[in-house]
């Protein structure tokens, strides 16, 4: 990404990715692994992580889903204001706590859907008010709809 926070990607790029996802679907470790060694942003680089936020990936990786009341639930878990802990982890990541927290609950929803082949139950399960809330989300986040994703 030479040095860039973000990149666009094109279609080709994209139809692999998918793949990868695909072929992982299983696991997301495996998948993240992947899709980030085929765009050469492998982990090998990456700087320690305050344990702190290391406590808190690791707490949400392990949910089932992303609670409302997420934020005070880390916070007490890593015994830190909601201040300091945002503070660290945009520090530590680069991305606010909040969107992290948004892009964990998508990630969630689209793994509970795999699973269940139910929208509905997916969204519940993911910790989304409403389908329709997981729906708009999606549409606002990857810009395209998630029935779309689902007929890809």
Partial sequence: MHGDSYACLDPE????????????QDSVC????????YL????SGEVKLDGRVA????????????PKDAVACLCSRVCLSGSRLSHLFKENLGISLSRYLAWEKMRKG???FRQTGNITEAAMRAGFDSPSHFA??????FEISFSEYVKS
């Fill in 13 to 24: 790029r994209v139809k692999n990715i998918i793949s990868l996802w695909k072929a992982h």
């Fill in 40 to 43: 050469s942003l492998s982990k």
């Fill in 30 to 37: 495996d998948a993240d692994g992947a899709i980030l060694e």
């Fill in 136 to 141: 708009a989300t999606c549409k606002r986040m």
């Fill in 110 to 112: 689209y793994i509970h």
């Fill in 55 to 66: 406590e808190v990936l690791a707490i949400l990786k392990e949910l089932d889903e992303v």
